[in-house]
């Protein structure tokens, strides 16, 4: 008997198990003196009648309310794509597949805080919302996929060598210093570790590549390579289970094949890392530390085996010179840094830039194959000293993205103010163009999709971004793990001004192989 | 990098890997300028420093202020039970485990819809807040708890012979109709169906029986058998979880062996159960219908096989006409009710007190040994035409609860108030004490109590009412299911002066066999 909880548990775990209805007959709350009665037939025998519910040309009574579906105009409503009926799928079915993954979302935990509550994200369990996520996968072409995956050993191991030259970073980011404050003080403890022969004979990277599909030289491209804090290992999970649970479910109406989405087991796998390094420093009082944004828990008087950075690639996570101390001292300690210093630098856009250079990823792989798979997805990277490239941009900037070297997303400039930056740049004469990186615009491809947030679908054209992740392991002698972890995957609502979707309107998503 | 989203996926599975702390040292939106560094020794070497985190004295700058812990000072306060150190644990410790169980909760689904956020309920995965839930396990004795669950199939059984009395049942509750319209409008039906001579071939019954251990003379006593609407299913398997996971994790600082709480798997019985007796009605193009509350969604045109009542238990859930109409003609077909009329009526009150009545047991089980056993669990049970109870109770309301007829507790009168209504009833010699039965006053443990709510602790003495979830699903020909399903376990602070815990500050639990 009730206790008013609202709760879905036994009705979604049913779900799996055969074909499920369900019906209001009693709406509580509700004024509607509709006849429910009239949604069974009418064929009543003595003893038994075949109770089954009325066509769906009549089911306006009954249509469900969970989860609001919203149309958004945009300009590509206009244009030559129709957005009506993507997928086939008509605004009933719509209806049950959208409470389906919301239902879903909340029984499996794909949820974040609500940042309209106040006490979300303060204290766990409150005010939690689904994961904003696409409603379906995103179709992606199967040969790309398996490049990106077939890259993530590969980028682990620049990223490792990288971190070891430490002239190397010094020097490719010695202008970027000087007007980057932010990566000058990186650049600090980095020279304190040289300085003192700091040697981390246990590394351990968990980095996420990310790459667009550029859709007329069908060139899978990378985007960045993240070292530090790659984010969603646990949500592009739940998302890819979300999907072949829908797929599976209805497999009839949709009539897509959930093997074809590919299995994404990033979380365990880093966690398996962690456990590794854990393993590997060979404390078994030790612990393994997150540092994190939020206020979080503690455990007093413990030696650290590994230090996971949640939180430290944002200049306003070290508000003052104490956040500075502390990751110095983490720095000098003997823990396993996830990352270290050098492999934070190894992160940074300068580096990528530098690394897409003439003869310079020579200088950290042997295997040739191996260097020409990267060079192969290194998108027209430039420093803003090549005049060159320089005039072209100011000249045709939609062709190309400048991105300050400051991290997170949502600080890139496009299109006009790529000219009028750049021109400001070229009149003020400072040394401001170092903290900049100029690089080929990607146009993804366009497709129709359905987006979730705050329990409504929108359905927009979208942009897809494609994250791969890898971990990388290795003590003094031995590399112990050097894999590709699974994926995320980004879609953005495409009528933005910007070509990256890691900022503003991007959902989580899963892929489909094409 | 951070698109910024909260979210606790990674760190949280993380935990089950090996030991781990976390610390921030990156207080965003925090003004406190405290070193982080003091956190840690300084024990500094050349090259490398032991990085340990600071000794518990100096911990308040990291303290945690994920979930508040809250004290409720309450009459108990006072008398004789210490209220300080509860299963010994200090505050620290406790801080550390009120975050844990809320992140878990967040991460595996024990959650509801918080009915401060306005679409909550409406809109699923949007407004989620944890399940209200005791921070660990109630002791138990192991002995009970194996009474209860062999208990389960006999009250499957006697729900299912009660059933099939018609007579019984119309004269069970013939003074009742008078009374309560509610049950009235029910044993219409019921009427009906004994007219037109209808037989339900398969029957399907997902019950609860709810029972409290009386302190005093160590009974196991029978609150109620609920045989519409069972509650809870879902979320007692997930806080079970829960307590087993929290108890692994803190094995040491608890001192507790998770082996000690009992499998739960009262949700996948049951969807066994519904999905049994699916295949048994063998229509594979029929549905399970689920018959709910709010508005949910549906599908057309489609035969049903099973219908669940998650709702029509209440007044409330027949707003008009229409749903009586709806709910005679799902009684007409020959869909699988569960329950069926006849079954939601053999879980009444009145019944329940009938049962108690010398020799009626016998009507409806053979086997001795069976009659003994659910005896044994009846506690005393009286209608108010007997006068000598009637009396009793008038002198010493203490010792009697009433109870009347509707469904959902929250509705049974104590103390003074059962010797006012006694009155009352006694003076206005109208029928309507036909409405209510007369229960002794169980006395269960009263214990000291960590319950959470909306993100806080709270610490109480509480008291605990275990319910035992049982299947039972037959054809015309054979019993296919009759099954002890799992179990609920609802604290609820004591200091109410209610005796039951369905109402009021109830919150999930699991049980610690002792």
Known sequence: MGVGYSTCSLSSSLTHTSRFASITLFPHKSKSHTNPTSKFSQNHHQNS????????SSLSFLAVKCGRVEEIKTQEENSSKPMSHVHGIDSELLQRLVNDVLVWSSLHGLLVGDTNVQRSGKVPGVGMVHAPFALLPISFPESHWRQACELAPIFNEIADRVSLDGNFLQHSLSRTKKVDVFTSRLLDIHSKMLEIGKKEDIRLGLLRSDYMLDEKTKLLLQI???TISSSFPGLSCLVSELHRSLLNQYKEQLGLDSRRIPGNSSVSRFAEALAKAWTEYNNPRAVVMFVVQPAERNIGG???AVIYFRAGYAPTD??????????LLMEQSSAVKCP?????????????????KPNVLERFLENKDDIAKVRKCFAGLWSLDD?????????????????????GGGNNIYGDDVRKTLLRLQEERTEEDAA???????????APTFLMRDGICHKDHAVSELGIYGAYLRNKDNVI?????GYLMRTKVSSSNEGGVAAGFAVLDSLYLA
Chains 1, 2 share one sequence.
């Open 49 to 56: 009648t075949k109770t089954t519910m009325s066509q769906p």
């Open 481 to 485: 793990m050097n894999e590709e972890c």
């Open 224 to 226: 960045e390579l993240n």
């Open 318 to 327: 070290y508000p003052s010179e104490s956040e500075w101390k502390a990751r």
């Open 436 to 446: 900049y990186i100029l690089m080929q615009r990607i146009f993804p491809t366009i």
């Open 387 to 407: 005049s060159i490239i320089v005039k072209d941009a100011i000249e045709k900037p939609e062709f190309y993205v400048m991105k300050p070297q400051r991290e």
């Open 302 to 304: 413990q030696a650290i």
């Open 340 to 356: 270290s210093i050098s492999y934070h630098l190894a992160g940074t856009k300068k580096i990528q830039q530098e690394l897409a």
